[in-house]
């Protein structure tokens, strides 16, 4: 196979324009940033491309303004957090992309950075534009992809840009990406155990089957559980649960069989009369009709810390319950937190993914430690199901 060409460190960079890609698309609430990991991760490059007076021009996107200026996605509370944590000058261009880009960008010095206005506010980014994306291209020596996030998708900044520059290359974070995901796909210490949350079965299908192919333990939480549960004949009140999955379901069961799979689901819950109040632990058969599962129970909890002290290796992607409500939280921070020990204590090899689980994770007032966090949703699902990412089959 083709190698992913990735940046090196030896390149010399002085006074060349490098063109980051990055994913910058972090919470925002009147204007203020809510979490900065996104962000912050990508401090450390940016910083050593200062370092090497490289020219930096970044691109990002937030949301989808689906190709028009929308103020709420402004990139301006980024600028703002850039222009504190860098020495550097830094610079934010909310200009359109013409013909004459390049010229308004020659004022630039090696060590400087010029911030673009949300790509996505250009419906030729969405399309993949070819002309949009020889503009791109022209502003650069060297274009470096390092939104991992992103790289599903066939986008002007993702896809063809790479098309039109002849240094390409993927970055540390991308690297870091792969290199802890081949964990658990490739270079694999077993026993391996995988936990999955998540609100459907349907969305996740494929990489469920997937997983079960390569792990030993496939633990399924949240409220994907529940399809599950119902198909189980276990009471779960009202609630959230797919329509017609059982078929689904049975076909997951039947593979996990196949491949000597072991497939957990929870044996007891804490239920709530809606997702503001407060939550009770039950065993199913007491569950009330217009209760809902918003959690995993105690026994649920221990039976999976026993499943982490007995793995070498540990996938989670989504939460176990409604994390938005601290009364369903304590499955979730359970897991993490032994999960945390385990790595510490015993090198347990632990790669956590998805934006929801990192938003949970970082409820927990106590620095937790994991071999990898990975930030990004859908092209982390897509590369474990062993998909061609766009953006990183045009970098190799």
Not at 91 to 105: P, R
Not at 219 to 228: E, R, T, Y
Not at 305 to 312: A, E, L, T
């Amino acid at each position: 196979m083709t190698k992913i060409k990735f940046f090196s460190d030896n390149s010399d960079l002085e006074e060349k324009t490098v063109l980051l890609r990055l994913d910058l698309n972090v919470p925002i609430k009147n204007k203020i940033i809510q979490d900065d990991t996104r962000i912050a991760e990508n401090l450390p490059f940016i910083k050593n491309l200062i370092k090497r007076k490289a020219k930096i021009i970044i691109i990002s996107h937030l949301g989808r303004p689906k190709g028009k200026k929308v103020s709420e996605l402004s990139l301006a509370p980024i600028y703002k957090y850039l222009k504190k944590e860098l020495t550097s000058a830094v610079y934010f261009f909310m200009g359109d992309l013409d013909n004459e880009i390049k010229k308004k960008f020659s004022y630039q010095k090696g060590g400087e950075i010029i911030l673009l206005e949300n790509i996505r506010f250009f419906k030729e980014e969405t399309e993949d534009d070819e002309i949009f994306s020889k503009k791109l291209a022209s502003l650069c020596d060297i274009y470096i992809n390092d939104a991992f996030s992103c790289c599903h998708r066939k986008q002007a900044s993702i896809h063809n840009i790479a098309k039109f520059v002849k240094q390409s290359y993927a970055g540390p974070l991308i690297n870091r990406e792969i290199t802890s995901i081949d964990l658990i796909t490739k270079n694999k210490k077993k026993p391996v155990s995988c936990i999955i949350g998540g609100s459907k079965v349907s969305t996740k299908i494929n990489v469920i089957t997937s997983l079960i192919k390569i792990v030993d333990n496939l633990i399924i939480v949240g409220a994907m559980a529940n399809n599950f549960l119902t198909f189980k004949k276990y009471k779960i009140g009202s609630s959230l649960v797919e329509k017609n999955i059982d078929e689904t379901v049975s076909k997951i069961y039947e593979i996990a069989k196949n491949e000597n799979c072991n497939l957990i689901i929870p044996e007891d819950c804490k239920v709530g009369a809606d997702f503001l109040g407060s939550g009770e632990n039950k065993n199913f058969e007491n569950i009330k009709n217009y209760e809902m599962i918003l959690d995993i129970g105690p026994k649920t909890i221990e039976k999976i810390h026993n499943i982490i002290d007995d793995s070498n290796t540990i996938l989670w992607n989504g939460p176990a319950g409604y994390f938005e409500n601290d009364n369903f939280l304590e499955g979730t921070l359970s897991i993490a937190k032994k999960i945390s020990e385990n790595t510490k204590k015993k090198s347990l090899i632990s790669i956590l993914g998805g934006g929801d689980t990192i938003s949970a994770i970082n409820k927990n007032k106590n620095k937790l430690s994991f071999t990898h966090l990975s930030t990004a949703g859908g092209a982390f699902l897509e590369y474990l199901e062993g998909k061609d990412l766009p953006g990183l089959t045009v970098l190799k």
